[in-house]
């Protein structure tokens, strides 16, 4: 099975993003421990005998440092190969930026939190209910519309956008099919190839995915739950072929019925025209072919300033669905579904979530298909 991530890098700006990526990932142990320090700080403004009823919760900031300390290990054995995720294209490039130039994302730090709480539903054991929840109903479908008795599955291509840390996609070519990832975001990107590259142990290493979610804890301890990844072998592994793209969904993928299944989970709401994506998932199946989407309707870019962004209900998505030329032949609500939840938090989140299989549609026009 092969496993890569493969991008095309045109312009100098898309370089620059990528060196701030690592250099955010870089910064992450600095500006964990400000963020502690802030709070330390805090604690030597207030009256003596505060601070000695505080006694175990400045204790505890200690011991926040140290899973900090475990997490920021992490992160140089991940960035020593990230620069050959596109095949070496940022150091060979001919241009005088180096990685020392750029800067760090002002969000980046939130999106170096939410990639450890991925591993966690992705390649841990602790994420195997999630994965349950979300994952397997996907998986079971697409086994059920190409039986391994009636089909080669390496001949049946799968495609998985908004792949995120690559486990949908790795699970699907385990079952023999061939399977592409798309990913959008960077910060995935570097970390999914760490992961399918180079982990070459199970429970190869430990993080604390909710050290920084200091809300909500019943306890101390449960903010530093750790958990070890992966809890399976990704290579080598019999399988379908396997990849993942680098790139923007709608950008990425253009031609028309080129595959036989696309799988969404969690992604259809990422957009900000939903209707856009529906639009392009049916364009590039081939006719007869089946999209299987789980996830709920979250709409990402609908509270962002300066964003076109639409959220049309499910009812009314469904007859979208239809009329771009999609017959819906199942469709199941109140699908329960969490996304990288702390099972220990005071607050659990908990999505009613959709899933359905919609095919498309081939129309017999004077003996030939129109569709």
């Known amino acids: ?35 502690i320090k802030s709070k330390e700080r805090a ?27 475990t997490n920021s290990k992490l992160i140089p ?11 070496n294209i940022y150091c060979t490039d001919g241009t005088s930026h180096s990685e020392t130039e750029v800067g760090t994302l002002s969000e980046g730090l939130d999106k170096v939190q939410s990639v450890f709480k991925q591993l966690m539903r992705d390649w841990s ?7 349950q929840q979300c994952y397997q109903p996907i998986i079971d479908e697409i086994e059920l519309q190409f039986p391994n008795n009636q089909f080669d599955r390496k001949m049946i291509n799968v495609l998985v956008p908004g792949a995120g840390l690559g486990r949908l996609a790795f699970e699907i070519t385990m079952r023999g099919f061939s399977c592409e990832g798309n990913e959008f975001n960077m910060f995935m990107l570097v970390v999914s190839y760490f992961v399918l590259n180079l982990c070459k142990k199970v429970d190869e290493f ?19 739950i750790s958990v070890k990844f992966p809890d399976v072998r990704p290579m080598p592994t019999p399988g379908g072929p396997f990849s993942m793209t680098a790139g923007d969904f ?55 300033k300066n964003e076109k962004s639409i959220e049309p209900s499910f009812e009314v998505l469904c007859d979208i669905i239809k009329s771009i030329g999609f017959e819906m032949e199942k469709c199941k609500t109140g699908v329960k579904t969490k996304y990288c939840q702390n099972p220990e938090s005071m607050l659990q989140y908990e ?3 959709v899933f359905f299989v919609c095919r498309k549609n081939i129309r017999i026009v004077n003996g030939e298909g129109d569709y």
Request: hydrophobic letters at 35%.
């Open 77 to 87: 054995i991940i960035l020593k190969e990230a620069q050959t995720i596109f095949g």
């Open 351 to 353: 999505y009613d979530s």
């Open 1 to 35: 099975m092969s496993e890569k991530v493969q991008g095309v890098v045109e312009h100098n700006e898309e370089r620059e993003y990528f060196f701030s990526v690592l250099n955010t990932f870089s910064s992450y142990r600095e500006q964990s421990l400000l963020r």
């Open 206 to 224: 430990e993080i604390f995915p909710w050290i920084h979610q200091y809300c909500n804890n019943l306890k101390a301890k449960h903010q530093m």
């Open 125 to 131: 054991s602790m994420g195997a209910h999630e994965r």
């Open 43 to 69: 604690i030597s403004t207030l009256p003596g005998h505060h601070k000695d009823w505080l006694m175990e919760y400045i204790k505890d900031l200690s011991s926040f440092k140290e899973c900090i300390e």
């Open 250 to 304: 709608l950008d990425v993928y253009k031609n028309h019925d080129e595959w036989h299944c696309v799988a969404t989970c969690f992604f259809i709401d990422c957009a900000p025209n939903v209707v856009q994506f529906v639009e392009t998932i049916y364009n590039i199946l081939k006719p007869g072919g089946v999209w299987i989407n789980l996830g709920p309707l979250l709409y990402h870019y609908s509270e962002l």
